[in-house]
């Protein structure tokens, strides 16, 4: 491609692109290099985060286990508590009729 006799180029002007586009080339590979390093950053914390959400799974099923087992002990104690009086009651109401019987 020719160019006219009035547009006329000098080399200081293409020096001085072609330097500006190197240095825009060089901003260009730092802010990639910056990308890929906060990429990296953000997927490693994004592990230790999937590990921490694991680790406060299992942490959470124990104190649900916990708890459970907790108020299962309760209802047992309270159903045994409860079994306990009522033999009771039917011993000593027996214990009565039994004496009943025998005055008689």
């Known amino acids: 491609m020719a160019l006219d006799s009035g547009a006329s180029v000098s080399l200081e002007f293409l020096q001085r692109q072609q330097s500006k586009m190197l240095d825009e080339l060089g901003q260009v ?15 490693e914390k994004a592990d230790r985060t999937d590990r921490h959400m694991s680790d406060l799974k299992e942490d959470l099923n124990l104190i ?10 309760h209802l047992e104690t309270r159903i045994e508590t409860r079994l306990d009086q009522g033999i009771e009651e039917v011993r000593q109401g027996l214990e009565r009729v039994l004496a009943r019987l025998e005055n008689k």
């Open 29 to 43: 590979r730092r802010d990639l290099s910056d990308v890929r390093r906060l990429a990296l950053g953000l997927a």
């Open 64 to 73: 649900f286990k916990s708890e459970l087992m907790g108020a299962m002990a």
